[in-house]
């Protein structure tokens, strides 16, 4: 793993979106993306770049069940907000939350079929308290495809923080598995913040296990963490630079 620290969250959008160029000046030409509040600074960079993504798939990690796509907090509406109105690309894609209702096998299948068929070059991550990766909890087998995730209390409390109240957070989501995430040629993960810290030393230096999903990531051979002073805390100083 490459581990780069910078000052704060801005500068670590900087580092990200260089590596995103340049993987698009090479022909990268499928991006996996991720919604919360961490990829907003690489989203910025990109939107004020002169860069072109309208030759460019994206394939988003996941989505919320229920909602439809214009509920404000559903990830396609993110994704328009922050990103697809501004630079649009050839085609995107995000997993189907109102099909899902009624058949979440149906849509995990042809989710993981259009991975297949659009191969990700370059896949963008942040990472929950608990080390999740996309919606993939602890306990995640790390040879799972595009399932239904029944969300855990804690992280239904972290993300009510979008919310009206806790009791609109749905309680799953349609997301794609460790196995599709690790398909991708190149990872780029993002973290700030004091609370992820502990997360970010177990993925980064504790041992490799289903219970710290990204510490998986440790078995991928092209991964870059970017991790603002606060995330890279708790790390032994050997890692960072
Ligand atoms: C959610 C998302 C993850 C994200 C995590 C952290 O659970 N499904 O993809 O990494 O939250 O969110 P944030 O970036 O807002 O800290």
């Known amino acids: 793993m490459k581990i780069i620290v910078r000052a704060d969250s801005t500068e670590c959008g900087a580092a990200a979106y260089e590596i995103f160029a340049k993987g698009i000046k090479n022909g990268a030409k499928v991006l996996g993306l991720a919604t919360g509040s961490t990829p907003l600074p690489l989203y910025k960079e990109m939107i004020k770049s002169n ?46 939350g109102i099909k899902a209702v009624d058949d979440p096998e149906g849509v995990s299948r042809e989710y993981d079929q259009i991975i297949k068929d659009n191969p990700i070059d370059i896949q963008l991550l942040g990472i929950g308290r608990n080390g999740h990766i996309a919606f993939n909890e602890p306990g995640t087998p790390f040879d799972s495809l595009t399932h ?24 799953s989501a349609i997301c794609m598995g ?4 690790m398909s991708a040629k190149k990872i780029v993960l993002l973290a700030f913040g004091e609370n992820k810290a502990a997360a970010v030393k177990k993925m980064i230096e504790g041992p490799v296990t289903e219970e710290v999903p990204a510490s998986v990531l440790q078995k991928h051979p092209d991964v870059t963490v970017i991790l603002d002073q606060a995330a890279a805390a708790e790390l032994d100083d050997k890692y960072k630079n």
């Open 178 to 181: 460790i196995a599709n995430i």
């Open 51 to 96: 860069l072109n993504f309208d030759n460019l798939t994206s394939v988003n990690l996941d989505e919320y069940v229920g909602l439809p796509v214009d509920n404000d907090q559903s990830y396609h509406y993110f994704m328009q907000e922050n990103l697809f109105n501004k630079k649009p690309f050839k085609k995107t894609y995000v997993p189907d």
């Open 148 to 171: 239904e995730v029944k969300l855990t209390d804690n992280t239904i409390k972290a993300n009510s923080r979008f919310f009206a109240s806790i009791d609109d957070v749905p309680k």
